[in-house]
């Protein structure tokens, strides 16, 4: 076993044995809802045993302990910390941008016609303002960056794409898609949900304006407790929406009423927080920190690439792209010719595999550390499928 294939046995053995679910489910769902890592069903325990014995004694505790999973998200995209709000979902941090910008009749928005309805209908609600969306055409993922352009013009004010598509895996090319905008003056917004916490990403590097991203996919954290990233330069032009107590500078005193908002990201964030999601969003990232986005990375794409090669030897047809690795994803979506996929998906849970069905095809997704077992398990109930 070389270099490279020990770090990734060592990180699937580390990461395995923090995924209670593996002993049960061989689960290929983490574009869907992930389960949650041993650290942050920890964090959760503890902090309803808090909520139940201390009450809001506990509340400081937790704030620091938040502030830490902040600072985890930033690290995670290299961001300062200051750039960071905590949502509660990626459609929350789209919607920073879609209710945010001041917008002008002809204003329009460019996006893909592959995305995510949480990257579709906050531009189309834009409608009533005289905003006009345009949707790109995509080849099983893949964006034509020539194709996008020509879709832009001087009245784009906002790219939107998202980083790997989610009915298909393709991971995009970001730098690209970046300038794109940027030579329209346009914001260049990110859908980062299908791949951060599986990919490295430097939002800097990759020339992101803002990024909206849940945790409960492969940041391995519990549902309503997700991330965005404002860069810096555009919190003064985006109007925050949602304003409550937390929003400003004086958020702790009550008594004392000024709209001044806070110079930073927090001014998104409104009201009260979801305390105990972030608390175990938090546990997650710092584990998958430990083990390094980099090798989680690779983890992902060599149990792909073998799901591939055991899905094709069966007969299935892939519909994901695996041509380049800098296109592939955690993703593979599939069909096995002559079945129905939704009553596929209901046989392999009887057999102990989780699956899921998008734009009729099966969908695998698989994380570090899913292994060998997980695919063998994954490939006999297919093979004992007779619908």
Not at 96 to 103: F, N, P, S
Not at 311 to 333: F, Q, V, Y
Not at 337 to 354: F, S, T
Request: proline share 4%.
């Amino acid at each position: 076993m070389n270099a490279q294939a020990s770090d990734i046995e060592t990180t699937r053995r580390t990461l395995r044995a923090e995924m209670p679910i593996s002993d049960k489910w061989a689960y290929f769902d983490h574009a869907a809802v992930a389960p949650l890592t041993a650290p942050a069903s920890a964090a959760l325990q503890q902090w309803q045993q808090e909520a139940t014995e201390d009450g809001t004694t506990a509340w400081p505790d937790w704030a620091v302990r938040r502030e830490a999973t902040r600072t985890s998200a930033a690290y995670l995209i290299g961001a300062d910390v200051d750039e960071i709000a905590l949502l509660p979902s990626t459609t929350a941090g789209i919607n920073l941008v879609a209710e945010g910008i001041d917008w002008q009749v002809g204003d329009n928005v460019v996006t893909l016609d592959d995305e995510f309805p949480s990257n579709l209908y906050p531009w189309l609600h834009l409608e009533r303002l005289g905003v006009e969306t345009r949707r790109v055409p995509t080849a099983e993922g893949r964006v034509d960056v020539e194709q996008l352009a020509r879709a832009c013009d001087a009245r784009t004010r906002v790219v939107s794409i998202s980083w790997v598509g989610y009915a298909n895996g393709c991971r995009r090319h970001l730098p690209a898609v970046a300038d794109i905008a940027h030579q329209h003056d346009a914001l260049f917004l990110l859908d980062a949900i299908q791949g951060l916490g599986a990919f490295p990403l430097d939002v800097v590097a990759a020339k992101v304006d803002c990024l909206a991203a849940d945790g409960h996919k492969w940041m391995l954290g519990p549902e309503g407790a997700g991330i965005a990233y404002v860069r810096r330069e555009w919190l003064a032009r985006l109007q925050p929406i949602g304003v409550g107590w937390n929003s400003v500078v004086g958020a702790a005193d009550f008594s004392h009423i000024e709209l001044k908002f806070r110079p930073t990201a927090q001014r998104y964030e409104g009201g009260t927080h979801n305390m105990a999601g972030f608390l175990a969003l938090g546990a997650s990232l710092d584990l998958l920190a430990s083990l390094g986005i980099e090798n989680i990375a690779a983890a992902v794409l060599d149990i792909t690439g073998l799901a591939e090669e055991k899905l094709t030897a069966i007969g299935a047809n892939i519909h994901s792209p695996r041509d380049k690795p800098s296109e592939c994803s955690g993703i593979l979506c599939f069909e096995l010719p002559g079945k129905d996929p939704a009553l596929v998906r209901k046989h392999c849970l009887r057999e102990g595999v989780v699956l899921a069905c998008r734009a009729g095809r099966l969908r695998l997704s698989a994380h570090a550390y899913n292994d060998v077992e997980d695919l063998e398990r994954m490939i006999d109930a297919l093979r004992s499928f007779k619908g």
